[in-house]
């Protein structure tokens, strides 16, 4: 198991967190610490969880018991800085690509210049420039996606978490965006919480990827990953990067079984 930050340096730190709906526990405790400008990728079969752990983070719902923290405050009174991108970025309809991106930098009082400087930048950052004055429904699924990335990093977060973003995208734009996103990270490092159903995503983009599994589900693993050359596609191709998707890939299988008993009929797990 990969050896967490330091209390001391963590940014989100959770605590024995457990998950319940009702009657229905979703997570046994789950402790984790992910440090400043941290990748953490959390993968695991449909249904353990990993949206309702994200929504955590977020403060969007209490831990039944654990806490989580963010910079040292609970997460729910957490001040500005977690941004949460969902697999439908939600952008709005009526705003064009500028004035999208430009939003939340607005909300913080940014001076109307500034802000829009900044949104340009943003823009050209996800290889949308010269789509400042397009609405969303004049643009593909995948540059809807960009920008309500642009959008999430507009809000200068402290913390990016980002449930399944990609997943409705057809393969060739899906990893047109993986390779952008790396070059982002790169350029912006955030901390970030990426949850996915593709191993192989998980351990292109992960410092480390957490295997979550089981019902009641726990974490059966904690992988370092940080592949050296992950910005060239030739990754996808290298020993190191095979042999660790097999590796995940066993981890996350182990339950299929598991999983069709308790009805979750689809299962998908793969890249
Ligand atoms: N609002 C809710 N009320 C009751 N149960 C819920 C609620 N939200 C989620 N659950 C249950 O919690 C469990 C975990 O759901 P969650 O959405 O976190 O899974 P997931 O790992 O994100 O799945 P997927 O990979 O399919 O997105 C599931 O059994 C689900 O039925
Ligand atoms: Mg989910």
Known sequence: ??????????????????MRFGQHTVTEPISLRIGAGEVVCIVGPSGCGKTTLLRAIAGLMRPSNG???????????????VAMVFQ????F??????????????????????ASQRAGELIALMGLGGFEHSYPHQLSG???????????????????????????LDAQTREVLQFELLR??????????????????????????????????AVVEVIDVKLPNRHDRDV????????????????????????????????????
């Not at 806490?67 to 800085?81: K, M």
């Not at 998980?202 to 957490?210: E, H, K, T």
């Not at 299988?253 to 979750?264: I, S, T």
């Open 93 to 114: 309809p009526w705003k064009s690509v500028q004035a999208n991106v430009a939003y939340p930098l607005r909300l913080r009082g940014v001076p109307k210049q500034a």
């Open 1 to 18: 198991m990969a050896a967490d930050p330091t209390s001391a340096g963590a940014i989100v730190e959770l605590d024995a967190v457990t």
């Open 88 to 91: 439908h970025f939600g952008l």
């Open 142 to 168: 995948g540059m809807q996606q960009r920008t309500g990335l642009a959008r999430a990093l507009a809000a200068d977060p402290r913390v990016l978490l980002m449930d399944e973003p990609f997943g409705a």
């Open 184 to 217: 982002t990270w790169r350029e912006q490092p955030v901390t970030t919480v990426f949850v996915t159903h593709s191993i192989d995503e998980a351990v292109l983009f992960g410092d480390r990827v957490v295997v979550l599994n089981g019902c009641p589900s």
């Open 236 to 271: 996808l191709r290298s020993a190191q990067f095979i042999d660790l998707r097999e590796h995940v890939w066993s981890l996350v299988m182990a339950d299929a079984h598991g999983a069709q008993a308790r009805g979750v009929r689809d299962h998908p797990v793969g890249a």
């Open 67 to 81: 806490s989580v923290q963010i910079d040292g405050h609970d997460a729910a009174n957490a001040p500005d800085g």
